[in-house]
């Protein structure tokens, strides 16, 4: 299936590692040139040697914290000077810390909805005018499945995803005429770094081994496994691609089936 991505302009955002990453590696094997950004200079480095020699693909890379608007409005220029437009935004960030509410604070909230939350209305405040100018544009957000199904210990990121949820199906209505899309994918439990860390997290205050954290997770999903990044990948290429053209304002969950709603 030919999926019209040859010579497109993708911003992918957090792509030094995980899902980010596998969505940048997915991108860059359909004719995509990319502007990548991550805090981790030294692993963003790394990610673009890794691309490049698979597909050789045309990457601009930048270090950027998107909780910083100015990081982004670099970003932003930078991408523009690079290569004159940006077709697709895929949005994404690291998740927030896990913890009960009672034990976060003011700041900790102040921190995750700059991460989560104002990244995104940062980065689709820059690249939608053009977008509209062109009558053609692709955002996509990464949340979570928290932002459906809430996951204990992980009120940061249930309430800021959802907020993603709402500000993407609100947006999607807006811009619908002029050619652009707006969705979110929703990963399940994923073998990313991410996750390590997350089941590392609950081992330690559960009393039991990380493996055994992750079997429960198993146990939980249907497919009993946990998903891989560039099965994630495969969902988020075809969503920014002009074969998902009447795709928008949707929220879609890879997990197994994890989540147990009917919509």
């Not at 860059?28 to 698979?54: P, W, Y």
């Amino acid at each position: 299936m030919d999926l019209g991505l040859q010579g497109k302009i993708a911003l992918v955002a957090a792509a030094s590692r995980g899902l980010g990453k596998a969505v940048a590696e997915e991108l860059a094997n359909e004719g995509v040139s990319l502007i990548l950004c991550a805090r981790d200079s030294e692993a963003l480095a790394k990610t673009c040697d890794e691309i490049r020699q698979k597909s050789s693909a045309n990457i601009l890379s930048l270090t950027a914290d998107l909780s910083k608007t100015e990081d982004i409005e670099r970003l932003y220029q930078s991408g523009m000077d690079e290569f004159g437009r940006i077709d697709i935004l895929v949005t994404n960030v690291g998740g927030p810390p896990a913890g009960l509410f009672e034990n976060l604070s003011r700041e900790s909230w102040e921190s995750a909805t700059n991460l989560l939350l104002t990244s995104v209305l940062d980065l689709t405040r820059m690249v939608l005018p053009q977008m509209k100018e062109r009558q053609w544009g692709r955002i996509l957000n990464i949340t979570s499945i928290a932002s459906k199904q809430p996951v204990d210990n992980l009120i940061l990121s249930n309430s800021l995803r959802a907020a993603v949820t709402g500000f993407a199906k609100t947006l999607a209505n807006e811009v619908a005429p002029f050619g652009i899309t707006v969705n979110n994918i929703l990963p399940g439990y994923t073998r990313t770094e991410r996750v390590v860390q997350l089941a590392e997290t609950i081992a330690k205050k559960q009393g039991i081994s990380p493996a055994e954290a992750t079997a429960k997770w198993e146990a939980e999903i249907p497919m009993k496994r946990l998903g891989e990044p560039h099965e994630f990948a495969a969902l988020a290429t075809f969503l920014v691609s002009e074969r998902a053209s009447y795709i928008t304002g949707s929220s879609i969950a890879v997990d197994g089936g994890w989540i147990r709603s009917l919509f």
